[in-house]
């Protein structure tokens, strides 16, 4: 079936260590997106990607770093930089960055200790 | 993309339609009205959008107002699946612009016997 996969779904990790959240889409889309969600708050955008090798800062980037080398993947690394890491990550893709619907996965609930 | 304001929560009786209001009073003429919802810890899911005419889906019903300043979500018959946030989003319409599909907090749709 065609869908967005984030992995994995529960995530424990020592403070002061980087960690990669997954998100791979099978749907051909060449848009995608990373999200971070805090208890009962709305979703903040912290990357985006309009196409392969190319991604822009959202709203709350500092802290996170990306890559988008193939048009399937858009791996999230939290790096010890990021004040705050605990929190609910969504990944989203998009036909194009522009006026289609976004398709979500499932998310990542990061913990880190 | 411009800013959206909606109430942050809601009742609805099952079996009553849910009107659920958005306020996007400096979108652009290129902007498209989005909604999605999210259902508790689970990605978010596209319900429908519209850019001046009113649209009707299997979900739900959006009505746009001619001015296009507003917009209502209408389920025509809740159910309790339909307990959810929804959340208004506007964005633009335009090929050769990244656009960052921002989420605000949304509505707490709450479907109650």
């Known amino acids: 079936d065609g869908g967005i996969t984030q992995s994995p779904k529960y995530l424990f990790r020592k403070e002061g260590q980087n960690v990669t959240l997954s998100c791979e889409q099978n749907l051909n889309h060449d848009a995608m997106y990373w999200y971070r969600q805090d208890p009962g708050q709305g979703l903040r955008l912290i990357y985006y990607?309009?196409?392969?090798?190319?991604?822009q800062k959202g709203d709350i980037a500092e802290g996170y770093s990306v890559s988008r080398e193939k048009k399937e993947s858009f791996p999230l690394t939290v790096t010890s930089a990021q004040k705050n890491p605990t929190a609910f990550y969504l990944c989203?893709?998009?036909?194009?960055?522009?006026?289609?619907?976004?398709?979500f996965g499932q998310g990542t609930r990061l913990t880190v200790v | 993309d411009a800013k959206t304001t909606q109430p942050p929560s809601m009742d609805c009786a099952e079996g009553r339609a849910a009107n659920l209001p958005c306020n996007h009073s400096?979108?652009?003429?290129?902007?498209?009205v989005y909604w999605y919802r999210q259902i508790h810890s689970q990605g978010p899911q596209y319900i429908i959008h519209?850019?001046?005419n009113n649209e009707t889906n299997e979900m739900a019903s959006l009505i746009i107002t001619e001015d296009r300043k507003s917009s209502t979500l209408i389920l025509p018959h809740a159910t309790l699946r339909d307990t959810a946030v929804y959340y208004c989003i506007v964005r633009v319409a335009y090929t050769g612009t990244a656009s960052k599909l921002t989420f605000g907090t949304g509505t707490r749709l709450q479907v109650t016997l």
């Open positions: 989203a893709s998009s036909i194009d960055a522009v006026n289609t619907e976004a398709f």
């Open positions: 519209g850019l001046k």
């Open positions: 400096t979108i652009s003429g290129n902007e498209y």
């Open positions: 990607s309009q196409i392969v090798n190319d991604f």
